[in-house]
């Protein structure tokens, strides 16, 4: 690729979304990445960077001069400083934040007030609103004087002269509306709302439910904070759904395809080095039987075989546990018949492969006493992997700790540990003279 | 739980949106969830049962007699029993249809021309169109006499004589609109429109991104066939998000919680059936060494280990490729270089492994050749695994078969068989007399 190619290419994404247009500039190894990127108009740039992944977008800030970062900041809303505010260089950020406005570094300070997984901290302020003792007349006028590119604005927040939220006002139902007549005749009060402190995945779930075109965030004392369209609870949804996705590899939802292979090697190391751990702690648990190994070698042929049916009935649990926690299925209530209806699978299941497994096994060594052995062994271990795929992802969920990221290593540590130790256990207790 | 017990459950469920009502039974065991569900207004069970994943509502319809089933199938609209079309028992299918109007039957007959992957089945007919021909004041009664409970209904979709989609009519832009202006002064023909023969993820991509409620779905004469609400694309994309989750350990996306026992075991068996498959392979490849093992009884102690990091490191690769592919970003314009970058991570990541596993090795066994013997089987395992990792996916999506499904338990097939045969193939070589 060169620069006029680059060229040709951010015009043709000028097209698009600003959401498609991060996803194509996600998709493009990192050199390319910026050209394209910097051939977007100014306020395209800006958009973009809003919807691209944490690291796709660090990756575009770190080819920047801090010059051109300067620049490129004083483009920016405050909202969209609140959500780059950890990522920009501390000068640079100092240098917008000097430039905002009085209402504005309220905003930030309202803002900065929560957690960056809370409601509050992601409010939008681009929201429209409108005193309660307003009339028809004054909301058409708001309505009218909307861009047309604007989105999920199809209704005022209303608040009374505190700035507490009162409820909604939708334009639709202003049609035929007498002008003069206040417009507290026409509020649906009946819209939910979102608190500032809820965390971002519930706060996006009551908007996806809702109904409505964007719901009210609101403070301790319902103070109107901003607001929270579908369009963005539908991306907050998507990217918690991915993140939930990646974690079960131990990978960070912003992992950029095209990271530069140092970082993304650092990044991955980690992981790969808790999974050592687990290996070892498996191969420590055959070693305890090297004599038994000598003596029995078919047992260090069939043993994988053992482990691995653990692991994967295991994992089955657990995925399944995981999905009933993440939209809150799990409950003290029902855990118990879970947990027995999930034993009961495990059993079925262990019972049908262990014949499978021992028939094979006594074609393959003619001898029955494996057969049994790893039969034995398939069963504790498949019951062991059900028993543990509910256990551990809702202790994990109660200790706060992620059970996509988690819950993987500590059951195959469980899986394989249980597996060769029950399955070269029995095979000492019943091969060896 | 008992009877009294489900109604006061019942009657607490109806004050919640039907998402939620769908959320909190498939969070309940199959009795409870019946009696609950029995609890409900008819028209909540109805909506209820739209929301909820197939295997929950099969498990509800199985519970239910037939004469009960056809009185449930009676109230529901046309788009619900498109939706239920598979389920439901043939007869009970059959009676419904044949109390449809002219029009229904023809609604039907259009969604049924497509598939079920395709946005025509799936076109909401719950859509307001208005004639291009018509006045302000027609719109404006249309709007007013819509419920209050409609969602995401702030604009009409305009219509030809022919049918043919035109526009959106927006609203908040008729407000303040002369009531005698033809409605053509106000639309909307920028929306974006959604093809029938779309695949529904690709359409509600559409829908999500594009910043409007709805939009039109058209069929190949841009007739207008219905509409995809911005609710029922946030819908689709958690749906497809869950079942890729789902399907990394083999799960079916509407997986039931407390689906009965056997049928659990049942579903579940096959997954298991086709890992004993690939776990068989790895022992069959144990065994062509057996007489190594049985002379360097170490190598049977640490052989999981070189599987075990090729299986973790394959597996990042393959999620990245598998997040990758699902938002279109793997092109063949850069398909090579995000293949060096893996294998540089792999190469990197290998070499660091490599050394720290040599070193513990000499430590326990207290022997560099077997130290060597792993690190390199180390490395060339975990290149393979990131070679893999970017072929399988890839291959299988040209195959138009699930990466997130099969690519796992492909990859595992390459890194166990490759891994065990390097090691003790080096192990052969350089450790026996």
Redesign the interface.
């Known amino acids: 690729f060169d620069e006029q190619e680059s060229e040709l290419l951010g015009e043709k994404l000028s097209q698009l979304?600003p959401?498609?247009i991060a996803?194509a500039l996600?998709?493009?190894?990192l050199e390319q990445r910026l050209s394209t990127w910097l051939a977007l108009h100014p306020d395209e740039q800006v958009h973009a960077l809003g919807y691209m992944r944490e690291d796709a977008r660090e990756n575009i800030f770190k080819q920047l001069p801090d010059a051109a970062l300067t620049e490129l900041v004083a483009r920016m809303d405050v909202d969209d400083l609140i959500e780059l505010l950890d990522e920009l260089p501390d000068a640079v950020y100092q240098a917008a934040c000097s430039k905002l406005d009085a209402s504005e570094k309220l905003w930030l300070a309202t803002a900065l007030a929560y957690t960056d997984e809370q409601c509050g901290r992601y409010a939008d302020h681009d929201v429209l609103t409108i005193r309660n003792n307003a009339k028809v007349r004054d909301a058409?006028r708001m309505?009218?004087k909307?861009n047309e590119?604007a989105?999920?604005?199809?209704s005022l927040m209303v608040v009374d002269r505190t700035g507490r939220y009162v409820g909604q006002l939708?334009?639709?139902r202003?049609?035929?509306a007498p002008s003069h007549l206040p417009v507290v005749e026409y509020i649906d009060e009946e819209a939910p709302v979102v608190e500032g402190e809820m965390d971002l995945d519930t706060g996006s779930d009551i908007v996806?439910?809702?109904?409505y075109?964007a719901l009210a965030v609101v403070d301790d004392e319902s103070k109107l904070l901003g607001r929270i369209s579908?369009?963005e609870?539908?991306e907050n949804?998507?990217r918690s759904?991915?993140g939930?996705?990646?974690h079960?590899?131990?990978?960070d939802e912003n992992?950029d395809?095209?990271?530069p292979?140092?970082a993304?090697?650092k990044s991955?190391?980690v992981?790969?080095?808790i999974?050592?751990l687990?290996?070892?702690l498996?191969?420590w648990t055959?070693?305890l039987f090297?004599a038994t190994?000598?003596q029995q070698?078919a047992l260090?042929?069939?043993m994988?075989?053992v482990?691995?049916?653990g692991g994967?009935?295991g994992?089955?649990t657990?995925?399944?546990i995981?999905?009933?926690l993440a939209?809150?299925?799990?409950?003290p209530q029902?855990y118990w018949?879970?947990m027995r209806?999930e034993l009961?699978?495990g059993l079925?299941?262990g019972v049908?492969?262990a014949v499978?497994?021992c028939g094979?096994t006594y074609l393959w060594f003619g001898d029955w006493i494996i057969g049994i052995v790893i039969a034995l062994a398939i069963v504790i271990n498949i019951f062991v992997a059900a028993f543990s795929g509910v256990v551990i992802p809702v202790w994990l969920e109660k200790a706060r700790i992620d059970p996509a990221l988690s819950g993987s290593v500590i059951l195959t540590t469980v899986t394989?540990v249980i597996g060769?130790f029950v399955f070269l256990g029995l095979g000492s207790l019943l091969l060896l003279p």
């Open positions: 979304e959401e498609e996803v996600e998709a493009m190894p058409v309505f009218k909307l590119d989105e999920y604005q199809d939708h334009g639709t202003l049609l035929g996806a439910r809702s109904g075109s579908i369009g609870a539908l949804v998507r759904l991915e939930q996705f990646m079960t590899a131990g990978l992992e395809l095209f990271a292979v140092i993304s090697a991955r190391a992981w790969l080095g999974n050592l687990t290996a070892f498996a191969a055959i070693g090297e190994l000598q070698v260090a042929v069939l994988p075989i482990a691995s049916m994967i009935a994992s089955q657990l995925t399944l995981i999905r009933g939209l809150g299925q799990i409950t029902t018949t879970l209806k009961g699978v079925i299941n049908l492969w499978v497994i094979v394989d060769f």
